[in-house]
């Protein structure tokens, strides 16, 4: 295969990775407003287009010709940069996460992920670790002391929650033996799921993954009542959108590495038995791991909308004196598992 | 293909840049600043020498030195903390009692 | 000039640039920013050079959390309100007498030494090499650094408690 073919081939999947995230961000909005609507008994959007359905680009051209203001305290390089920073990191972490087997197109082979990297495992959790700098930075630049707590919560909090992911991840790592993406879902065939082998590891990454996107009941970093919005108060018109954006883009990842991680990732169970040929079976995979991330961005939406906010010390008790601990007895259950099997 | 040389060179003058921190800069987070530097230059003829020697060892080192890091780093900020709380300023300068 | 050599340049001058703005920027921000694009450009050297754990460990180690914690640092030390953030160099003369001494020293070696300058085979992945050193060959010093960094932790602790 020819350097310029390959490039090509990235280029387009890059292009339709990130279509799919932007679509997705855009409708997860409509969602998430629909089910909290259900959830307080409201109707929820409803004008715009039917059932509101195209509510989303309202909202994206009402912020474009929002005026941009920046505060005359702000830092104004870092300021900018800040959200920049935000989504990039956000749209960039998704290239490791496959959403299906490889397909062929003319005896081409074409892995469905972006970058088929052996550390894509490790990829991910750097780039968590290097989206607190957009949070923190935000903070700082905006030269308000709301702004800046929001951002010293976060870092705290995502640097916190950093430990028991990746401990929990370590267990995943022990079973598949491989930090490749694609070997992590390869080992969950049929049946074993990580989130069946080990549910303590299970429950402290999706607990990891929800402080570590900032949602509800971790949402301190911006916490409306006490923040008035937290590390994005000083931002608007469209760099306020990047970080709209990156916090939902960062929802999606989340619930990717999710289901890649502990869900099976694009694998039915058992499908393989029922005799269909490639085409169908893989095509019914790819939808496979969109209805799982689905269905765990619902959960995400569905816990928003039922659980009161923790407070400050509350969340740093539980990520240290609970998660930890608990991401510890998973990788020694793991531990004795795999030396059982052997 | 790069010579080693470069890959010194580049890693002589980040040590060279980060003793100058050590040197002229007051504030005790820009010199903790300076020393990551003069640590990293340390790291990269490290892998350096390991790459073009083949030999992974060189690596294991890094590794090794990065924990040290890490833990140096976690005191260091404690112990900085703890100043600014007693007198009041990261100034390496105005620290200058041995007794409290 | 291949793609190589280009990537090579990039990186070291990302990594030059910016070290260099760390020291003598006078916003520590700044400084922690600048520090953080040296510690990429780091990375992106390890990369070229075939270590591509240790390049993903220096993002991990260094810029999740020595460079956060130092963040924190400022922004814990620095009055929140009333932004005061800058500070002064000072010893510039007899600083750079010295390092000049210094760099010249150096210079020196790496003209003088004959350096070995046929790259070994970089092999595709150094995880498993690396890993099975660790835990066989290394193991002791492997365990030696958990403790380290559990003593470095409750140290932290213990010093920055408030009494």
Redesign the interface.
Known sequence: MSIWLQILISLVQILFTASIILVTVAYLVYFERKISAWAQNRIGPNRVGPYGLLQPFADVLKLFFKEDIVPHAANKPIHTLAPILALVIALSTFAVIPIGPPIYIFDLKIPLVVADVNMGILYILALTSVGVYAITFSGWSSGSKYSLLGGIRSSAQMISYEISMGFSIAGVLIFSESLRPMEIVNSQAGFMWNAFVQPIGFITFVVAAFAETNRLPFDLPEAEPELVGGYHTEYSSMKFAAFFLAEYANMIIAAGLIVTLYLGGWQIPYIENLGLSYTLTTSLQILGFFVKMAAVLFFIIWVRWSLPRFRYDQLMNIGWKVMFPLSLLNLIWVAILVMLMN | ??????????S??????????V?????A??V???I??ML?SA??TL??F????????G??F???V??????????G??????L??NKKT??I?EINILKW | MNLYDFIFYFFAALTIVSAFFVVTTKNIIYAAFNLLLTFFGVAGIYVLLGADFLAIVQLIIYVGGILILMLFGVMLTNKITNVQIKTEASFVIPASIGVGLFAGVLIAILLKTEWRNSPADIPISTLVPIGKLLMEEWAFVFILLGVLLLIALIGAASIARKE
């Open positions: 293909m790069i010579p080693i040389e470069y890959y010194l060179s580049l002589a003058f980040m040590f060279i840049v980060g003793v100058v921190g040197l002229t800069r007051r504030n987070i820009i903790f600043m300076s990551e530097l990293n790291n990269l892998v350096a390991s790459s073009y020697l083949g030999n992974p060892i690596q294991i890094v590794f090794f990065m924990t040290v890091a890490a833990a140096e780093a976690a005191i900020l404690a112990i900085i903390i703890s600014f709380r990261v100034n300068d």
